[in-house]
């Protein structure tokens, strides 16, 4: 029992240690998660008490498998609530969520690489950001043609492969779009 | 001086966690999509699938450099010390971040200590970060490796780690300040400071003796010659210079070394005393030599001046505790190797009785010895003021140990006691005992030392 408290008086230490030497950048990457998670959650299902709790999973462990596991997850949540009150399936909300799904996998993507006790250089979430951005745009773009093209063509088999062929078609314009800055420099 | 990366050149990029969970998501959500003909599925897709293409279209080939330049890697206690570490991208592609990790010995206290550096590095670009702190303890000590990643690709690819090799620090002790009268109990050099027995020039008044060819004039006693009215010059006794031997006992480490700012071990007073009295009697033209009493047996020889000052500061870097307290073989560390006139210093802390049996052995060839005790006065008042079966709050925090076990306190005292009977046993024999003070704290036994010196006694060879 003895051992017992003494293990768990050792990870309190090492948990107050811890906490002190964490740094600002790497917790406001953590909150941001946090947020991102929190817009994914509301957007993919109504509100229920207790559920916002799964927005600690991925900002507190990007490095293992709890942010696909929340993702997975919050999608799962979004089909059901979609399938039940078809009328959920808004532009915005749509666009919402894929955006805060985004943010959440290229959030984790930084937390899992930037150490939470790193001295940070000033400026290097920058390119982060723009890219994220710009990212953002391109689905926004990408979702207002696929509602456009569903209100004209109706929701038909065909409908899906073409939007398929539109996400490729989105893909390849951005590469195109980097590809032309990356010449002008 | 400037340490830089090796690499295995077979070694790629990998694939991160978060490129798996974009495979996977895309994967799945395209599927699903399908299979229940839900285009905003493809949507909630989108996004993932842009940022790995944007991540992906163009992948690192190389990988980072990291380097690692130490601007001064000779100080003493208390130095700044200044370092670099640099970050080259070779690349034609920016990396998003790059994490970098210092290594340092815990005798350099690194701003930041035990943080990894985080930057951005540009195509075909190299970041410096600045690193700077201070050493706290003598001796040599490492700074380094520096083990660097990249992340590149939106955080979907990691490099293989770059790493800098680490830098040889050297630390010189501080001197601790000394300063000794001009006994010695036998000065047989040839040129110095200290009185010897033999004629010759210098201060110190032999007597008046009938003038003689070679004399000068100027030592002409005209007083005495008209008395006698035969010219007489007043003899002087010469000054010549004297060896000292600094022996340091390292059989045992004790005590808990803070570095410069805090507690000093035994090893620390050991080491800092020898550099001052090297220090000293160095730059006053008296032949040095230093003898380490360890497990290596390391030997320096005499000499004086600044040179070899630098010399023995550079000697005692490598002073360390032998393991398990062997002593060295009598033909590594014996009498045979110490000039009879010379005056051996032993700094010793009096913990093993080899240390005492050393002292004897010494004292009994012949050699004027001066023990010094190196043992930490704080620790030694730690054990005194122990109560048998109890430890105060002060005693505990200089000795935690002193709280194990219901009689590690008894046991401390009753070492104490015996430690205490040996050094009376060695001062009846003829070895004076003193605790290091610095400046002053030999001039009493300097002077008992060179009385017995010259008194007439028996030797055994």
Same mark, same amino acid.
């Given at each position: ?17 811890? $906490?002190? #030497?964490? =740094?600002?950048?790497?917790? $406001? /990457?953590?909150? +941001?998660?946090?947020?991102? %998670? ?13 559920? =916002?709790?799964? /927005?600690?999973?991925? %900002?507190?462990?990007? #490095? ?23 009328? #959920?399936?808004? /532009?915005? #909300? ?63 088999? =065909?409908?899906?492969? %073409?939007? /398929?062929?539109?996400? +490729? ?5 951005? $590469? ?8 002008? =420099? | ?51 790995? !293409?944007?991540? @992906? ?50 005798? @350099? ?138 022996? @340091? ?11 410069? &700012? ?93 240390? !005492? ?10 050699? &004027? ?72 704290? @030999? ?19």
């Amino acid at each position: 029992m003895s051992m017992v408290l003494e293990s768990v008086r050792g990870r309190g230490r090492a948990l107050k240690r811890d $906490i002190k #030497r964490a =740094q600002p950048a790497a917790m $406001i /990457i953590r909150l +941001v998660v946090m947020l991102a %998670a929190s817009a994914a959650l509301l957007l993919a299902y109504p509100p229920v008490i207790g559920l =916002q709790v799964l /927005i600690f999973l991925p %900002a507190l462990f990007p #490095r293992s498998f709890l942010p696909t596991l929340f993702m997975v997850i919050t999608i799962w949540f979004w089909l059901v609530s979609a399938d039940v009150d078809p009328t #959920r399936l808004s /532009i915005w #909300r749509v666009a919402g969520l894929a955006i805060a799904l985004y943010l959440v996998h290229v959030g984790c993507a930084l937390a899992a690489v930037l150490p939470y006790d790193a001295v940070v250089s000033p400026g290097i979430f920058t390119p982060w950001i723009v890219r994220a951005a710009v990212v953002s745009v391109l689905t926004l773009g990408m979702s207002e043609l696929v509602f456009a093209v569903r209100t004209f063509v109706g929701l038909t088999p =065909q409908y899906l492969y %073409a939007t /398929i062929a539109g996400l +490729v078609l989105t893909v390849t314009i951005a $590469i195109f779009l980097l590809y032309l800055g990356k010449r002008r =420099q | 001086m400037t340490e830089t990366s090796q690499h295995d050149g077979t070694a790629r990029w990998v694939p991160t966690r978060a490129f798996g969970r974009a495979v996977l998501l895309i994967g799945l959500l395209l599927i699903v999509a399908l299979f229940t003909h839900r285009p905003d599925l493809v949507v909630l897709a989108a996004p993932i699938a842009i940022g790995a !293409a944007l991540g @992906l279209w163009r992948r690192p080939t190389g990988r980072p450099e990291a380097h690692l330049d130490v601007t001064d890697s000779t100080l003493g206690e208390t130095g700044e010390l200044h370092a670099s570490v640099s970050i080259t991208n070779r690349d034609n592609l920016r990396y998003d971040l790059v994490v970098a990790r210092l290594s340092a010995d815990r005798w @350099l206290r690194i701003e930041e200590q035990g943080r990894p550096y985080a930057t951005a590095v540009g195509p075909g670009e190299a970041v410096g970060i600045d690193i700077s702190g201070r050493a706290v303890r003598w001796g040599r000590h490492l700074l380094g490796p520096v083990i660097a990643h990249a992340v590149a690709a939106d955080g979907l690819l990691i490099s293989p780690a770059a790493e800098a090799a680490p830098v040889d620090v050297r630390v010189y002790p501080v001197t601790d300040s000394f300063k000794a009268n001009d006994a010695m109990p036998r000065a047989a050099g040839t040129v110095g400071f200290h009185r010897s027995r033999r004629p010759g020039e210098g201060g110190e008044l032999a007597g008046v003796r009938a003038f003689g060819p070679g004399d000068r004039l100027r030592r002409i006693d005209w007083r005495v010659s008209l008395r006698t009215r035969e010219l007489h010059v007043a003899s002087t006794l010469s000054d010549r210079d004297a060896e000292v031997v600094v022996l @340091l006992d390292v059989l045992h480490e004790a005590g808990r070394s803070g570095g410069i &700012f805090g507690s000093q071990s035994v090893l620390d007073t050991s080491v800092r005393a020898a550099a001052g009295i090297g220090d000293y009697y160095m730059h006053r033209g008296d032949r040095v030599a230093f003898i380490e009493y360890g497990w290596q047996g390391r030997r320096l020889r005499p000499s004086s001046g600044h040179r070899h000052f630098l010399t023995t500061l550079e000697w005692l870097l490598d002073v360390a505790p032998a393991l398990d307290g062997a002593e060295p073989p009598p033909s590594m560390v014996g009498a045979h190797l110490i000039s009879t006139n010379s005056l051996m210093i032993v700094l010793t802390p009096m913990i093993d009785p080899k240390s !005492a049996a050393m002292l004897a052995r010494f004292a009994r060839s012949g050699r &004027f010895v001066i023990a010094v005790d190196t043992m930490p006065a704080s620790l030694l008042a730690a054990i005194d003021g122990v109560v048998p079966g109890q430890a105060s709050k002060a005693a505990l925090s200089i000795a935690p140990w002193l709280r194990r076990g219901d009689f590690t306190s008894s046991s401390a005292r009753l070492w104490r006691l015996e430690r205490q009977n040996t050094i009376d046993q060695l001062r009846e024999h003829g070895v004076p005992v003193v605790s290091w003070g610095g400046s002053g704290s @030999l001039d009493e036994v300097l002077q008992q030392v060179s009385r017995m010196a010259s008194a007439p006694k028996a030797v055994r060879a």
